[in-house]
């Protein structure tokens, strides 16, 4: 790959210097001949490249420090950290709920799979988390699946646009606008839900939401459809990213890594599937498994899982209890007073749910001593909380288990042999994102 | 073959080093008495029972006691489908323990968190620097001493968050309790 520069600008210096007689020689561009001799002195010089930390196909702020030789990566040294705010040292410093918001900004892609975590988590550390009330697990599958439509959506337009095809970008973000539009209804917000409660989620559904989803749901199939005519068999998508980035089974597992580039990778392990919470035991859906492990496999691996979120979402709106709209008057929080706020008609008119509304809110829920670790299937991959809890309102530790993190640790292995161009499409197909590796 | 079993099956093979399994809502965990044994167990866990995932290490600052640090390590394996928490722990003094990057190449990032944020070392390490902190920072911030609200370092006027003043008096919940000024994290000391 070694550019032979004497080669190149060898016999053209004659040539060169005969045809521009009549030109001006303070032009540093007529100098070129001079410069040519210079430059055989730097062959096989390596050049460092610094790449981000703002730099369109670094998602956000990560730095890649690149050692190139032309234009082939010989060395990749990611640096990452630049959007550390100290979630987990917050975490300490505060009651569980009051920890929600912080868990939007995480995955900022995908918040509501993150507040779905996050309250699986806490609810495991309480040993409640098989008392959740159907319609509150239906919800929150609804929840975690739009998300990673969300996340899968976005990631993929991205991945497209550094590619060069912009049209995909356009396309998703226009369904993108409809899941937060979604979100905006049922949460209040559109960007940062921190929809779930610890036993539950914030409000139920509103009048009409379901069907609204159900419709959601029809047309981002055909444009996923639409998505999958421009790229899956486009020869230049085709040729920028088969080959490249291939990611072997053992590689994977060593790396840790999670979701959708392990399963790219061909190993059958999805948290949904493995350790079932929620009612995913009840929905059917497949796991798809890429066989070569390269940056189109992952591509498709994404393809389909959206297609699956799509299909699991029809599922919970069919047998969600309570019906769409929920007739039925099912609870969506857990029946216990010391996890859940009560409704505020009673705490104004009752003693004892003044009294837990003010112990709640004042102190936080009393979380028994011990420690556990939830991992969840989130769309960038597992998401894991380990919480060690010495009693009382706050967590005396919480590690915050990030796949963008871990997904991002491979960098420095994956890189070097590709050339300078792959780097967009590598990074691409990992589909991290800052706030989550940086917390 | 279960995680217990398999928790059992380490138990048989290093002897007292290994606790009895323990662990809440279906998880094992066990402790390692000895830190530098770390290597071996984790080696024999991955090639011997079949956990061949590192999915974390995260660590703990029991502050005021001693051994300060735990390092607590998550296995699973990814065919049998079974979770081992490990936990060890490290006296302060020491703060220093053998690296597991041999045997999961994932454990390099997780040991430079550790490092960064608690400022425990691991032996052997291939490139033990800071990661979410800049190269040069003094502190250690996950410890329990270092103040919510930060501590200055040789980079003037970075993200500093001081107690919140409270005006119009301080709101008291438990009688005899602190005021809400004392009670702010952001000038708690683990002292008080």
Known sequence: MQLNVSRVCGPRKTDFMSEVQNIDFSDPAAQAASVAEELQDMQGEKMVLNMGPSHPATHGVLRIVLELDGEL??????????????????????????????????????????????????????????????????????????????????????????????????????????????????????????????????????????????????????????????????????????????????????????????????????????????????????????????????????????????????????????????????????????????????????????????????????????????????????????????????????????????????????????????????????????????? | MTALEQANQLKAKFGDLISEPTGVHGEIAVQLADAERIGDVCAFAKTELGFDYLVDISSLDNYGEDPRWTVVYHLRGLANRCELRLTTSVSEEKSELPTITSVWRTANWHEREIYDMMGIRFRGHPDLRRILMWEGYPYFPLRKDFPLGGKPSELPEVAFSKAAPMEGGPFVTIPGGKDAVEREPRVRTPEN
């Open chain 1, 73 to 439: 990566i010989t060395r990749a040294v990611p640096d990452v950290g630049y959007l550390h705010r100290g979630d987990e040292k917050i975490a300490e410093n505060m009651t569980y709920t009051q920890f929600i918001p912080y868990t939007d900004r995480l995955d900022y892609l995908s918040p509501m799979a993150n507040n779905v975590a996050y309250a699986l988590a806490v609810e495991k550390l309480l040993g409640i988390h098989d008392k959740l009330p159907p319609r509150c697990q239906y919800i929150r599958v609804i929840c975690a699946e739009l998300a990673r439509i969300s996340s899968h959506l976005l990631g993929l337009g991205a991945f497209a646009m550094d590619v060069g095809a912009l049209t995909v970008f356009l396309l998703v973000f226009t369904e993108r606008e409809k899941i937060y539009n979604l979100c905006e209804s049922l949460t209040g917000a559109r960007f940062t839900t921190s929809y779930t409660r610890v036993g539950g989620v914030a409000r139920d559904t509103p009048p009409g939401w379901c069907d609204a989803v159900r419709h959601f749901l029809d047309e981002v199939s055909v444009n996923i459809a639409e998505v999958e005519t421009l790229l899956t068999r486009n020869k230049i998508w085709v040729d920028r990213t088969r080959d490249v980035g291939v990611i072997s089974k053992e590689m994977a597992i060593d790396y840790g890594l999670s979701g959708p580039n392990l399963r790219g990778s061909g190993v059958d392990y999805d948290l949904r599937k493995a350790q079932p919470y929620l009612c995913y035991p009840d929905l059917q859906f497949d796991v798809p498994l890429g066989s070569v492990g390269d940056c189109y496999d992952r591509y498709l691996v994404r393809m389909e899982e959206m297609r699956q979120s799509v299909r699991l979402i029809h599922q919970c709106l069919d047998k969600i209890p309570g019906g769409p709209d929920n007739q039925a008057n099912e609870p969506v929080n857990v029946a216990d007073g010391k996890v859940v706020l009560p409704p505020k008609n009673r705490v104004l008119s009752g003693m004892e749910e003044l009294i837990h509304q003010f112990m709640l809110v004042t102190q936080g829920m009393n979380v028994p001593p011990g420690e556990i670790y939830f991992g969840h299937e989130n769309p960038k991959g597992e998401l894991g909380f380990y919480i060690h809890s010495r009693g009382g309102g706050t967590p005396y530790r919480m590690k915050i288990r990030s796949p963008s993190f871990v997904n991002l640790s491979i960098l420095s292995e994956l890189m070097p042999g590709h050339l300078m161009s792959d780097t967009v499409v590598i990074l691409g197909s990992l589909d991290f994102v800052m706030g989550e590796c940086d917390r």
